[in-house]
């Protein structure tokens, strides 16, 4: 499946500096539709070559990074379960600071508030996101 | 609409870093304003902190959106207000807390620059992911003074400069996309020494709660809004700076006080909690006590109660 990729933001510097990408791209042995979870994949394996934690969080990207399928943001059409056509353009632009995803800073944001304070100020931290007025 | 941001005719400062925020907001501004004719006199202001590398490229960017916008700009510099640029202060205090000096000396900058400018307001683009990671900080901080400010859309009414922050309620994506399909030119390149900054833990959290319920940074401001402080509590009363007349709660305003910490050779001055009002003295005290002392020192304040 021939498809276009670019990446902005910062983000071509882990590519070779290349903002477009005019790939082709196999489906899973097995199936013959390719989602976007199967093109993240395909892509930490294939075109990034440094800093995989820039893009990749988990099995989705990293906060911070935009997603656009056809100019579409990709949360429209289902997120991970996007379904890629043959010629479409996906972008991922980078808008949020290089520095947050280093890995040491994931891993012990919440080791930096001591266990004290942990415990008096998270309950007011979990009704404060749930919306107090609901 | 709601909020009553604006009135016609009013001379508006636009506060233009060169990032994404400031450029949307720039550009928004300028379209509404020509389109609907609100009748806003707007003007870019921008702050020099003498960061070399970093903002020396930002400000090309702002100049290149006042040729674009078609709106004046005028420069105001940390040297020249204040005799002391980034780099230097970063050399004398290391690599800690430069944030606070930063975003003090920024806000009386911007207001001076505003004043210098004859501006009845200055806007800001501090966007919903920004409010909410302030709220989310001054409820770690046990700030309480702050954090039934830091939530209103427009605060300082009583002050020199009202400062408002029209993008309060949008979200940090719908900016980038903006901006992307808008073909904005900004400035994408934080500030390189805001790795060591307490926010940028808080914005981690906000990131991922945004990843797995949207509406969160929503919630959060929501709740920011509705907190009622117990009306025992003591709040911190505004008076004028001594030294230079600005708006302040304690003898010295926080500038000042920092200035002459930078200036006296004592970079932990105005950092961290002082009691009483004379947080001179009390801070050159405690340094020296603190030299005697072997054991970790736990500064936890209870600013009030919280009641809600």
Known sequence: MQLTLEFGGGLELLCQSSKIHNVDVKPNPGEDKLTMRDLLAWVKSNLIKERPEMFMKGDSVRPGLLVLVNDCDWELCGSLDTELEEKDVVVFYLYLAWWLASVCRVTTSVEFISPYILSTVLPIVQSLVAGVCD | ?308
């Not at chain 2, 004398?92 to 920024?106: E, P, Q, S």
């Not at chain 2, 409010?131 to 770690?140: R, S």
């Not at chain 2, 408002?164 to 500030?191: G, H, N, Q, R, W």
């Not at chain 2, 319920?213 to 008076?239: C, Y």
Request: aromatic fraction near 8%.
């Open chain 2, 1 to 308: 609409m709601d909020n009553n941001l604006f009135k016609p005719g009013e001379r508006v400062a636009v506060a233009a870093s060169g990032g994404k925020d400031s450029t949307v907001l720039a550009y928004v501004m300028s379209e509404l304003n020509r389109r609907h004719n609100y009748g806003l006199d707007l003007f870019l202001l921008s702050v020099d902190e003498g960061i070399t590398g970093y903002r020396d490229d930002s400000l090309e960017t702002v100049k290149r959106n006042e040729i674009e916008y078609g709106l004046p700009l005028k420069v105001v510099s940390y040297k020249d207000l204040y005799g002391w640029t980034m780099d230097e202060i970063v050399k004398t205090i290391g690599l800690k807390n430069n944030c606070t000096f930063c975003g003090v000396f920024r806000r009386q900058a911007l207001d001076r620059g505003a004043a210098l400018l004859k501006a009845d307001k200055l806007v800001t683009g501090h966007n919903a992911d920004d409010i909410a990671e302030t709220v989310l900080l001054n409820i770690l901080r046990g700030d309480i003074a702050r954090l039934s400010r830091c939530t209103f859309i427009t605060t300082g009414e009583d002050g020199p400069i009202p400062r408002c922050k029209p993008f309060k309620y949008t979200y940090e994506k719908e900016i980038v996309m903006y901006a992307y399909f808008k073909k904005l030119d900004y400035f994408s390149t934080e500030c390189i020494y805001s790795p060591n900054a307490y926010r940028g833990f808080a914005r981690e959290f906000i990131k991922d709660l945004e990843r797995m319920r949207p509406r969160a940074i929503l919630d959060i401001i929501r709740s920011g809004e509705n907190f009622r402080t117990a009306t025992s509590t003591k709040m911190p009363e505004q008076g004028t700076c001594e030294r230079c007349g600005y708006i302040s709660s304690q003898k010295l305003c926080k500038a000042c006080l920092l200035l002459e910490g930078l200036n006296r050779g004592l970079p932990k001055l105005g950092i961290g909690r002082a009691r009483g009002t004379n947080g001179l003295n009390k801070r050159v005290e405690q340094r020296n006590l603190r030299s005697e002392r072997t054991g970790s020192n736990i500064e936890s304040k209870q600013c009030g109660t919280l009641d809600f």
